[in-house]
């Protein structure tokens, strides 16, 4: 078998065959890197470095410009970051050059192991109709005060979530979708208590749809304890 990053069960990760005529492959211990990029008709590429970890996370680095500040950025945050119009399709709108060509990261081999993540998760923490059960969270923006939902139905989502949970200065323009200001209205309480629960429309938190850990919502990348928690304990 040609050689490749091995991923924790011994298989090889990605041939060398699958990654030939891709640019800038890198690889590491426990991931590879190639160059990407998403294109904004108005201010043109956005280039960055995406790693693919053995777990499937994605993560990539952005080098839209000398000395960017945006750091580690989620896929869908470099969407966003790029200024691309249509913004919550970044499967499709992130690009890999393969054999000299623009290629979406839906139509190559990179988000195989992705895409097992996701189906694992969603498959081990379903309600009884099939659906994920987390239900919608609010964070509030520091400038305005205004609470804004968070759908937390995909990894994505929940990672969106989880970041703008972290950071002390989460402001409304910081969602990766919906683009939203702090003008905007905030919505209404008697809206609000519909937070997508599969047992109740208005239930304000129950085992069908309160999540207390899994594969969708915590993430192997982050410090925080409560990520670290669970991948330790997912450990032993």
């Known amino acids: 078998m040609a050689n490749g990053v091995e991923r924790e069960s011994g298989l ?12 800038g492959v890198n690889r590491g211990s426990d991931h590879i890197e190639v160059t990407c990029g998403c294109t904004s008709h108005r201010y043109g590429d956005a ?8 777990n499937g996370d994605l ?5 839209c410009t000398p000395g960017c500040q945006e750091g580690k950025l989620t896929p869908a945050a470099f969407e966003k970051h790029s200024g691309r119009e249509t913004a919550r399709k970044w499967k499709n709108n992130v690009w890999i050059i393969d054999n000299g060509k623009k290629v979406p990261l839906c ?11 996701s189906k694992s998760a969603n498959g081990s923490h379903r309600s009884n ?4 059960c987390h239900h919608d969270e609010f964070v509030s923006c ?14 994505e989502e929940c ?26 209205e905030e919505e209404r309480a008697s809206r609000r208590v519909y937070r997508g629960c599969t047992r109740s429309p208005t239930c304000q938190g129950c085992t069908s749809c309160v999540c207390f850990g899994c594969d969708i919502c915590r993430f192997s990348d982050c410090g925080c ?12």
């Open 107 to 117: 139509k190559t081999v990179l988000l195989k192991y992705h895409n097992e993540a």
């Open 47 to 54: 280039v960055g470095r995406l790693r693919v970890f053995v």
């Open 225 to 236: 304890q409560t990520c670290t928690d669970f991948t330790r304990n997912a450990k032993t």
């Open 12 to 23: 090889v990760l990605f041939s060398d065959d699958e990654l030939r005529e891709m640019s």
């Open 142 to 155: 520091t400038r305005c005060n205004k609470e804004r939902r968070f759908r937390l139905r995909t990894k």
């Open 159 to 184: 990672r969106v979530h989880h970041d703008a949970l972290a950071d002390v200065n989460w402001k409304c323009a910081d969602l990766p979708y919906d683009k939203i200001t702090c003008d905007d």
């Open 129 to 132: 109709n099939g659906r994920v």
């Open 59 to 63: 993560e990539i680095t952005c080098e």
